[in-house]
Every structure is written in structure tokens, then in C-alpha cells.
Nanobody, 127 residues
Framework: QVQLVESGGGLVQTGGSLRLSCAAS????????MGWFRQAPGKEREFVAT????????YYADSVKGRFTISRDNAKNTVYLQMNSLKPEDTAVYSCAADWTGRLGRVPRLSHEYDYWGQGTQVTVSS
């Protein structure tokens, strides 16, 4: 069974940085596109970033483009989200998700496309 475990969340001041990690187990990690989503209190889950199985393709939400970077290390079964220039509106629970794509270079952006989800990690940006 595929398990995804996020880490790296915390409290940071406006303009600060955090690096989230998501470790996968129970799967052939390189068969999966990976995504990050977030959900703030009282709001719907929203797409943040996605990366293809090889790391060769990425896609970002407009709200984080230029500030966040998604990457992956298939040897470590881990996907990362480097978050810079954080703003209070980035405050949310961040979850990683896995979508089986074989080795196609898809970069899914819709939550229903993903097969597995982590529990999430809280990111709080203070003003």
C-alpha cells in the first residue's frame, strides 16, 4: 500500500522560507507524478505544484510561480517543495499526492486525478 508522509512544515515570518518533504513507500516511486496541494481554514483544497515522474516537467499555480520550486529524488522516493518569499496567504495545510502515470510525462493539476494522499503538514506564515 502506498504511503506518503510529509514533513518540514512550521511557523515562519513573512518573507521566510521552508522546505517541505514527502517520503513515499510501498510503490515504485518513479511510476508516479507527484503533486502538492494546500487547504486553508474555510477554503477548498487548491493545487500548488506538480512534477512528472522524471522531474522533467513541472507546473505551478500562478499564486506560487517564481516563489516555490518542486523537485524530486527518485533514488530517495521523495518529492520536495521549496517555498521562498512566503506570505501570510500561504498559510495552509500542505499535502502531497501521487498519481500513477507509468512513465508518461503528465503533470496532473486536478485533485481527483491523484490516487494517494498524505496526511499533510501545517505551514503558518506570520505577518
Amino acid at each position: 500500500q502506498v504511503q506518503l508522509v510529509e514533513s518540514g512544515g512550521g511557523l515562519v515570518q513573512t518573507g521566510g522560507s521552508l522546505r517541505l518533504s514527502c517520503a513515499a513507500s510501498g510503490c515504485t516511486f518513479s511510476n508516479y507524478a507527484m503533486g502538492w496541494f494546500r487547504q486553508a481554514p474555510g477554503k477548498e483544497r487548491e493545487f500548488v505544484a506538480t512534477i512528472s515522474w522524471s522531474g522533467g516537467s513541472t507546473y505551478y499555480a500562478d499564486s506560487v510561480k517564481g516563489r516555490f520550486t518542486i523537485s524530486r529524488d527518485n533514488a530517495k522516493n521523495t518529492v520536495y517543495l521549496q517555498m521562498n518569499s512566503l506570505k501570510p496567504e500561504d498559510t495552509a495545510v500542505y499535502s502531497c499526492a501521487a498519481d500513477w502515470t507509468g512513465r508518461l510525462g503528465r503533470v496532473p493539476r486536478l485533485s481527483h486525478e491523484y490516487d494517494y494522499w498524505g496526511q499533510g503538514t501545517q505551514v503558518t506564515v506570520s505577518s
